[in-house]
């Protein structure tokens, strides 16, 4: 997936949903749009978020939600799960996922989609994790020994919202 990619995604959403949504215009003011917001700041919201929230489906088939980080390069989205977690046993068991976030300006994200395994953090090439924590400004995106998966998220749909 490219920044492309994600940006088709989110022009299918908004093609789909068809309704207003709340977006800044160049000067700052709150309007009213037909428009969602943009692949580039669908990655920055997801670079500039604490953590997001990951919903999966137990095998008794109940929802579960986890707080997970993320990090999104050149428009791929990055999501992780802890060893020994429900929610990495989730993840691993069924591919379909929700993701949201709420960032610092009320902007928000809700995408729902399909994970792959991209693998185990500690196996990940130094300059691939260099990359992705490189991409975070909040913070880098995980410790060269953090012992966990990171996940790669693939939206069938994104909306956004854009805060005031």
Request: aromatic fraction near 8%; glycine fraction near 8%; charge should be negative.
């Amino acid at each position: 997936m490219s920044l492309s990619d994600l940006q088709d995604v989110i022009d299918a959403t908004r093609d789909a949903s068809a309704r207003p949504g709340i977006m800044r215009s160049d000067d700052g003011k709150v309007r009213n749009a037909t428009t969602l917001a943009d692949a580039l700041w669908t990655q920055n919201l997801l670079n500039e978020t604490w953590g997001i929230t990951v919903a999966t489906i137990r095998d008794d088939g109940s929802p579960h939600a986890a707080v997970s980080f993320s990090v999104c390069l050149d428009g791929i989205i990055y999501v992780t799960a802890r060893s020994g977690t429900l929610l990495l046993h989730n993840l691993r068991a069924r591919r379909e996922v929700a993701i949201s976030c709420l960032g610092t300006a009320m902007d928000s994200l809700m995408a729902v989609g399909f994970v792959d395994v991209a693998g185990a953090w500690a196996g990940f090439d130094p300059s691939l994790r260099r990359l992705l924590s490189d991409a975070r400004s909040v913070d880098s995106f995980m410790p060269a020994d953090w012992p966990g998966y990171i996940f790669r998220f693939e939206p069938e749909k994104l909306w956004t919202t854009v805060g005031s």
